[in-house]
């Protein structure tokens, strides 16, 4: 039996190529740390990004990989994890790639719950083309698109992704190597389309948009880790709460040491819940991070092929297969006889 991999034996010889101070450098730790963790084979997996900073991710991971074209990531990862079912495919997109051009790609492979692990890169901006604003940024982000700061009204990744259907979904921050590194492990051992939102600092052209929530002296006011089947507290030894208001049917946070029997319990199964979590907004309340919703499913490709009279087969040669045609014979039909 060969030894276990190790977090080391994930990384390329490639240079990384990222700004100094860019948060895609700890996802990256978190994401081999891992592979090794959950026994990942480098050789059965498969990294598939857009375009953008995080899709340069397939380089710097020593497994399979693609870097394919802008939004169109989930449509290759379907054609592979089709392919091959056994392969552990993740995707790696930002807000740009996989909320504007790549919004149809993303919405179809999450209703159709393929399987495989999207990792979305959220730094509210468009780093990669010098800064211009993106769909999550914020009214009033000033940029080179938006000079005068934009006015329009910021997608929600977890919400969008929740609409889409799916069945799986996650919130981290890229710093924070013990919340990432769970639901990275969660989300890979989920049986269809896990989404993963990771809030990435852009030290260039947005440094400290998340500041209000990642700081040291703000987080525990201003984050809640959500966890199954318990209750939703934050604050300085759970001081603080959540409830659910009948009469406006929204959360309001509550003293959970004066109200505990008020404070809701986490449900991930439950989806008005995770809608609700998904949807608060600061400074009222905390962000959300964990996993927010996780029910049970089956991954698009086993129905695919539990429908499919026939598995596929390799034609052995590639070339083979691209050059091949298919004719249609049209034979003239002779009148019939009167």
Same mark, same amino acid.
């Given at each position: 039996?060969?030894?276990?991999?190790?977090?080391?034996?994930?990384?390329?010889?490639?240079?990384?190529?990222?700004?100094?101070?860019?948060?895609?450098?700890?996802?990256?730790?978190?994401?081999?740390?891992?592979?090794?963790?959950?026994?990942?084979?480098?050789?059965?997996?498969?990294?598939?990004?857009?375009?953008?900073?995080?899709?340069?991710?397939?380089?710097?991971?020593?497994?399979?990989?693609?870097?394919?074209?802008?939004?169109?990531?989930?449509?290759?990862?379907?054609?592979?994890?089709?392919?091959?079912?056994?392969?552990?495919?993740?995707?790696?997109?930002?807000?740009?790639?996989?909320?504007?051009?790549?919004?149809?790609?993303?919405?179809?492979? $999450?209703?159709?719950?393929?399987?495989?692990?999207?990792?979305? %890169?959220?730094?509210?901006?468009?780093?990669?083309?010098?800064?211009?604003?993106?769909?999550?940024?914020?009214?009033?982000?000033?940029?080179?698109?938006?000079?005068?700061?934009? =006015?329009?009204?910021?997608?929600?990744?977890?919400?969008?992704?929740?609409?889409?259907?799916?069945?799986?979904?996650?919130?981290?921050?890229?710093?924070?190597?013990?919340?990432?590194?769970?639901?990275?492990?969660?989300? *890979?051992?989920?049986?269809?389309?896990?989404?993963?939102?990771?809030?990435?600092?852009?030290?260039?052209?947005?440094?400290?948009?998340?500041? +209000?929530?990642?700081?040291?002296?703000?987080?525990?006011?201003?984050?809640? *880790?959500?966890? *199954?089947?318990?209750?939703?507290? =934050?604050?300085?030894?759970?001081?603080?709460?959540?409830?659910?208001?009948?009469?406006?049917?929204? $959360?309001?946070?509550?003293?959970?040491?004066?109200?505990? +029997?008020?404070? $809701?319990?986490?449900?991930?199964?439950?989806?008005?819940?995770?809608? $609700?979590?998904?949807?608060?907004?600061?400074?009222? %309340?905390?962000?959300?991070?964990?996993?927010?919703?996780?029910?049970?499913?089956?991954?698009?490709?086993?129905?695919?092929?539990? *429908?499919?009279?026939?598995?596929?087969?390799?034609?052995?040669?590639?070339?083979?297969?691209?050059?091949?045609?298919?004719?249609?014979?049209?034979?003239?039909?002779?009148?019939?006889?009167?």
């Amino acid at each position: 039996m060969s030894a276990q991999l190790q977090p080391k034996d994930f990384a390329t010889s490639q240079e990384v190529r990222w700004c100094p101070g860019c948060g895609d450098y700890a996802v990256l730790k978190s994401v081999t740390r891992a592979l090794a963790d959950v026994g990942a084979v480098p050789e059965k997996t498969v990294f598939v990004s857009g375009i953008g900073c995080s899709s340069r991710f397939p380089y710097y991971v020593e497994t399979y990989g693609f870097h394919t074209i802008h939004g169109r990531a989930p449509a290759i990862a379907t054609g592979l994890k089709l392919a091959n079912p056994e392969l552990d495919v993740w995707v790696v997109t930002g807000d740009g790639d996989g909320l504007s051009i790549g919004g149809n790609h993303l919405m179809h492979a $999450l209703r159709r719950n393929v399987g495989f692990k999207i990792l979305l %890169f959220n730094n509210e901006i468009y780093g990669l083309t010098k800064g211009q604003y993106s769909p999550t940024s914020r009214p009033g982000t000033r940029s080179p698109s938006t000079p005068s700061g934009s =006015f329009d009204t910021p997608a929600s990744p977890g919400l969008f992704a929740l609409g889409s259907g799916a069945k799986f979904i996650a919130r981290a921050i890229d710093v924070d190597k013990n919340g990432l590194g769970s639901v990275l492990e969660a989300a *890979h051992g989920f049986d269809g389309a896990a989404f993963v939102e990771i809030f990435q600092n852009c030290i260039v052209y947005n440094d400290g948009v998340f500041n +209000a929530f990642t700081d040291r002296d703000k987080e525990t006011d201003a984050q809640i *880790h959500v966890k *199954h089947g318990e209750p939703l507290v =934050f604050g300085e030894n759970g001081s603080k709460g959540l409830a659910f208001d009948a009469k406006t049917m929204t $959360l309001r946070v509550i003293d959970a040491k004066a109200q505990p +029997a008020d404070v $809701l319990v986490h449900d991930e199964t439950n989806r008005v819940l995770a809608q $609700l979590l998904l949807g608060m907004n600061a400074p009222e %309340f905390p962000v959300a991070l964990g996993v927010v919703l996780r029910q049970p499913s089956v991954a698009f490709e086993k129905t695919y092929y539990a *429908h499919q009279p026939t598995q596929m087969k390799r034609t052995g040669s590639v070339a083979k297969a691209l050059r091949q045609t298919s004719v249609w014979r049209v034979d003239e039909k002779k009148p019939a006889k009167k």
